[in-house]
């Protein structure tokens, strides 16, 4: 069925309360994100981001005439989508959550939105899933996201290679619903640009030892070695073992690359270079600094995606006055799109006030959303190169 238009320790413990005690007036939110697996470095800021959005809320007093939203922490694993959906499953029917911000992982969110989500009526803002599968899930249109799709990156990625006098690359994908479609995304692309692909070559999470996967690559000529994997798990891996045997010393990169645990590596990054989402807008600019305040780094990958995810779904809350998931789904693109008051980041009590006075807001957040049909939004890029041990932004696209 096409859609609508609206459309720290985890291992054992998959929900877990991190705000406070509990109150009877409380509004549950669930934040299900990879606390553990290829993506733990990251998902610590990207929860943060989520929950700073949530305090500023339930600090302003505003939301829904005093009430607090109560933040519940779970953990999606990234890659094992059972876990994933029976952690989704005890926030929903347990917890008694009234919305979910995540999953992270496209796999992940694919599960628990068709199995969990959906049958429930639960309203779903991942801040990172970025499958162009997930633009068509059928899942009875609860499904949205603050990231924009990798049909998307995989272009943009592409004219930024050739644009640097990259004519042939080796490409080695994490064998996902994530790494898969980015790859043949971005191989459509290059060659299109006349661009050679040497090799193109999946590679599994989890291993040792990346050295065959490694020497099969670079047999192929490629000089570069664009890698579409997880910045603590298999790409990693293939990094590593390509800096060891001197196989590659130049590496592209995509979101879930970009990650400072990266940069820990044993070896020299240096000129490496890739994409991740995010903004110059000036909504970008006050998250960063209200971040800054809340001690995250704001810059972080998807960490603005994360708290325009709870914005929204407070927003959403306020818009139709009721914590009923039936009206968050009715109102998240309602509070996300045109018409209405501009909304940034720390203006949450502001939106909540026009909301509460029968006014319309247009949440743009720090990464400048505005949903589509899908729950799609098409957010922005920027170009990040590798130099002096830091991620340094380049430009923006």
Same mark, same amino acid.
């Given at each position: ?6 459309? *720290? ?24 994100? $990879? ?9 610590? +800021?990207? +929860? ?69 989500? +959906? ?10 899933? *970025? ?69 193109? @070559? ?56 970009? #990650? /400072? ?14 994409? #991740? ?29 994360? %708290? ?12 139709? $006055? ?8 009715? /109102? ?26 029968? $006014?319309?807001?247009? %949440?743009?957040? @720090? ?6 049909? /899908?729950?799609? *939004? ?13 991620? /340094? *932004?380049?430009?923006?696209?």
């Amino acid at each position: 069925m096409q859609k609508t238009f609206k459309k *720290t320790v985890f291992a054992t413990v998959a929900a877990t309360i991190i705000a406070g005690s509990v109150h009877a007036d409380d509004i549950k939110v669930g934040v299900i994100l $990879g606390f553990t697996g290829p993506l733990e470095s990251l998902t610590p +800021a990207m +929860a943060g981001g989520a929950e700073m959005a949530f305090k500023e809320v339930s600090d302003s007093g505003k939301l829904l005439g005093g009430h607090a939203i109560l933040p519940m922490r779970a953990d999606s694993t990234c890659i094992d989508a059972a876990a994933a959906t029976a952690a989704a499953e005890r926030l929903v029917n347990s917890d008694k959550v009234v919305a979910i911000m995540g999953a992270d992982c496209s796999g992940v969110s694919g599960a628990i939105a068709k199995n969990v989500s +959906a049958p429930n009526g639960v309203p779903m803002v991942s801040p990172s899933s *970025t499958s162009p599968g997930l633009s068509t899930i059928d899942d009875n249109g609860v499904f949205f996201r603050t990231a924009p799709s990798d049909a998307r990156q995989g272009q943009l990625l592409a004219k930024i290679v050739k644009a640097r006098g990259i004519d042939m690359v080796a490409v080695t994908y994490t064998n996902n619903d994530y790494g898969k479609p980015l790859a043949e995304s971005f191989i459509n692309a290059f060659e299109a640009l006349d661009g050679q692909v040497s090799i193109s @070559a999946a590679h599994e999470d989890g291993k040792a030892d990346y050295s065959a996967e490694v020497g099969a690559l670079s047999a192929s000529g490629a000089k570069a070695l664009a890698v579409f994997g997880y910045v603590d798990q298999g790409g990693r891996g293939i990094i590593q073992s390509s800096l060891d045997t001197d196989a590659f010393d130049r590496f592209i990169l995509a979101d879930g690359m970009i #990650g /400072n645990s990266l940069l820990t590596i044993d070896g020299d990054l240096s000129g490496s270079f890739g994409t #991740g989402p995010g903004s110059q807008s000036s909504g970008a600019e006050i998250f960063n600094t209200l971040a800054s305040d809340a001690g995250l780094d704001g810059t972080g990958m998807f960490v603005a995606h994360s %708290y325009d995810a709870a914005a929204l779904i407070a927003l959403a809350i306020q818009a139709g $006055g009721s914590t009923e998931r039936a009206s968050i789904v009715a /109102n998240l693109a309602k509070v996300a799109n045109t018409p209405g008051t501009v909304i940034l980041p720390g203006e949450l009590a502001k939106g909540l006030e026009i909301l509460a006075s029968g $006014g319309s807001v247009n %949440y743009e957040g @720090a990464t400048i959303i505005e949903f589509d049909e /899908n729950g799609d *939004t098409n957010g922005a890029y920027k170009e990040l190169e590798i130099g002096d041990g830091q991620f /340094n *932004t380049v430009k923006y696209h």
